[in-house]
């Protein structure tokens, strides 16, 4: 088995498609799985040039039988399994309710819905990783939240029920402030390619 490669979100769909023919073999008319989807895979689905390696879901649990369909499916292209799995919704003590998500794919039996581009910008504010900083200024830009006020206020929302938020928000605020400049900078004409590159750094190295 080979690690698994990085893909964009259709290629990510053509397999999950597969994974979908497979569960039909054996799922009765009517039963439908839904992955509710977050991660690399949802911005894809924003940005289709944004590549992954996985589909990250939003959900303590992942139903065996989509396990089992992707396994098989995974052998078929010589891949490794975890190609689905749900080790970021570890890392995440928000319940997303089901209105934060959008169909991406219908299938007979397999349902994908992702992350809306609100809610991503938020994740991706919490996590705070350096890698993360690109994606969260395409978001901003997206979404149009843009503004220190409104990213502060959009985590304020997201991760209003989350027992840990209240240690979190001054981190989650030091972050939006940081973006607040750099969109700010951008906009006026000013290259950011540094200061990019100084956060992502500084995120890096920052113990939380």
Not at 12 to 24: A, N, Y
Not at 42 to 49: K, P, T
Request: hydrophobic letters at 40%.
């Amino acid at each position: 088995m080979t690690e698994l490669p990085y893909r964009s979100f259709n290629e990510l769909i053509s397999l999950l498609t597969e994974v979908d023919d497979v569960l039909s073999e054996n799922t009765p008319t009517g039963i439908m799985y839904v992955l509710y989807v977050i991660g690399g895979a949802a911005i894809g689905s924003v940005f289709g040039n944004r590549l992954t390696q996985d589909v990250d879901v939003a959900t303590a649990g992942i139903p065996p039988q989509v396990l089992e369909a992707a396994h098989v499916v995974a052998e078929r292209h010589g891949m490794s399994d975890g190609w689905i799995n749900n080790q970021a919704a570890e890392l995440i003590e928000v319940d997303l309710s089901i209105d934060s998500f959008g169909t991406a794919y219908e299938g007979r039996c397999l349902l994908v819905r992702v992350a809306k581009p609100e809610v991503l910008l938020a994740l991706k504010i919490m996590s705070g990783r350096g890698k993360d900083v690109h994606d969260i200024l395409k978001l901003a830009e997206l979404t149009g939240i843009v503004y220190y006020d409104n990213l502060l206020s959009l985590c304020d929302e997201v991760f209003s029920e989350t027992a840990s938020y209240v240690f979190e928000r001054a981190w989650v605020s030091n972050v939006s402030r940081d973006i607040h400049h750099l969109l700010a900078r951008k906009r006026s004409g000013g290259s950011i390619e540094d200061d990019v590159a100084r956060l992502s750094a500084g995120l890096n190295g920052t113990d939380r």
